[in-house]
């Protein structure tokens, strides 16, 4: 892998490990549908009470199901394969242009230092996510 990708790729890793942002493949409304599912099955045959152990026992089955799924960001995008990182690294320096650095702390601190720049580049990490890795994107609170 070339330095400048290498270089942007860790860029990234920064800018969403600064935002607390995690991923979230599709499929995450299938631990939703296992909680809510088995609660109204709970309820027609238990009532109330049925409500909530149905409830419970839905979201543990949900979050097993779902286990594995949220990743930070940077994981991912250290796990890109050599041609999504090319087209991450297309999208990025589309927006980063003329800019020159010889190493990555240098590049951080441009990027970071510029406030415009750090929230165009954020947002085509986070275009790029969604639409490419057809991923959905939540904030860490």
Same mark, same amino acid.
């Given at each position: 892998?070339s330095?400048r990708?290498d ?10 490990a600064?935002?607390?942002v ?8 299938? &631990? ?5 599912? #088995?609660a109204?099955a709970g309820g !027609? +045959?238990g009532g109330?009470l049925?409500?909530a152990?149905?409830?419970a026992?839905g ?9 594995g799924?949220f990743?930070?960001l940077?994981?991912?995008?250290m796990?890109l394969?050599?041609?999504?990182q090319q087209?991450l ?6 927006i980063? &242009? ?5 190493? #990555?702390?240098?590049l951080?601190? !441009? +990027?970071?230092?510029?406030t415009n ?8 990490l986070?275009?790029?996510v969604?639409k490419?890795l ?7 609170d």
């Open positions: 892998m330095h990708i270089d942007v790729m860790k860029l990234c890793c920064e800018l969403s600064n935002q607390q995690k991923n979230t493949v599709k499929g995450s409304g299938k &631990g939703a549908a296992a909680a809510g599912g #088995l109204f !027609l +045959v109330p049925g409500i152990v149905g409830g026992v979201g543990l089955l949900g979050c097993w199901m779902t286990s799924q990743k930070p940077p994981q991912i995008i796990e394969s050599p041609q999504q087209k690294y297309d999208d990025i320096m589309a980063l &242009g003329e800019i020159h650095w010889t190493e #990555l702390a240098q951080t601190a !441009l +990027v970071m230092g510029n720049l750090k929230h165009q580049v954020t947002a085509a986070l275009g790029y969604t490419e057809q991923a959905e994107v939540h904030y860490v």
